[in-house]
């Protein structure tokens, strides 16, 4: 039977690669490849992430559910102790703690998919090299703008407002973003490290530390003197700052710039390790 060959689907969700087609297909290592192909894996994770129970209720359920609690259980005691609607603070905290426990789940897939042999599968077409983590970064960054918007929303029903203008809220969307995709990448580099590693448990310890210990759970000034330093300067508190000052007002400049360091630290950190690992674990599938 002869002709010109059809797209079809070759990956177990179901996602079509149109690229298998010759007739249509870009270089494989030329820049119009890696956004096609980035983008066609980028719709495969966000369908597989919208049909799994477990990545649904870690990105959108379980954040506003935890901003509900600290709102019921907490925010009057904050307000009160410190004169400042806790609300500006448990927001930002809440959200960034979606985007990190959300990025677990990712991982979990990640590793699902090196030891089904998923990865090794992609890693045998036509397909950039680099198109799978950067297609990955695209559907984080679209997980975590869907959790902003959703905690954003129930935010704003317990009392939350933006009093800064419009670009006050672009600004507010976009930080969340780029902390998810840090930390995603550093995420990346520990589920494609070893197959052995208790990731969820190594993890998860450390995101709750971190939501325990920030500007957004309590002012600084509630914490001990000597923990004080750590806890103002430490990620989720520069994010949480600058977060505050765009929907509230109050000094921006500092935390902001803070959060774009401790982004291009994470960035510059852990991107070819992610690139190396993610490259391994396709070849070993």
């Known amino acids: 039977m002869t002709g010109t060959p059809e797209a079809r689907p070759v ?20 820049s119009a490849a890696l956004w096609e192909h980035s983008r066609i894996q980028c719709g495969r994770l966000l369908l597989r992430w919208a049909r799994d129970p477990a990545t649904m209720i870690q990105a959108l359920l379980y954040p506003a559910l935890t901003l509900l609690m600290f709102r019921v259980v907490l925010g009057n ?20 703690v979606g985007a990190m426990f959300g990025s677990v789940v ?6 699902t998919e090196r030891q089904t042999g998923l990865l090794g599968r992609f890693h045998t077409l036509p ?15 679209v997980r975590v703008l869907a959790t902003t918007i959703v905690i954003l929303a129930a935010g704003v029903a317990l009392g939350f407002r933006f009093t800064q203008g419009y670009l006050a809220v672009l600004g507010i969307l976009v930080i969340p973003i780029l902390f998810g995709i840090a930390f995603a990448l550093m995420v990346t580099v520990l589920a494609t490290m070893s197959s052995k590693l208790p990731l969820v448990e190594l993890v998860s310890i450390g995101c709750t530390l971190l939501m ?12 001990p003197r000597w923990l ?4 103002e300067n430490q990620p989720m508190s520069c994010a949480i700052d600058a977060m505050k000052a765009l929907a509230m007002g109050g000094p921006l400049a500092e935390p902001l710039v803070k959060t774009l360091l401790w982004v291009f630290l994470a960035v510059a950190v852990f991107t ?14």
């Open 77 to 96: 005691t904050v307000t009160a102790a410190t004169g400042q609607p806790a609300i500006y603070g448990t927001v930002p905290m809440i959200i960034l």
């Open 272 to 285: 070819v390790p992610a690139i190396r690992g993610y490259r391994r674990a396709a070849e070993e599938g």
């Open 127 to 141: 397909i950039h090299r680099a198109a799978g983590l950067l297609g990955r970064m695209f559907a984080e960054a």
């Open 11 to 30: 990956d177990a969700d179901g996602a079509a690669f149109a690229f298998l087609d010759p007739t249509r297909a870009h270089p494989e290592r030329s």
């Open 212 to 223: 325990f210990f920030n500007s957004g759970f309590v002012p600084v000034m509630a914490y």
């Open 106 to 111: 990712s991982a979990v897939g990640l590793r």
């Open 228 to 231: 004080q330093p750590i806890v």
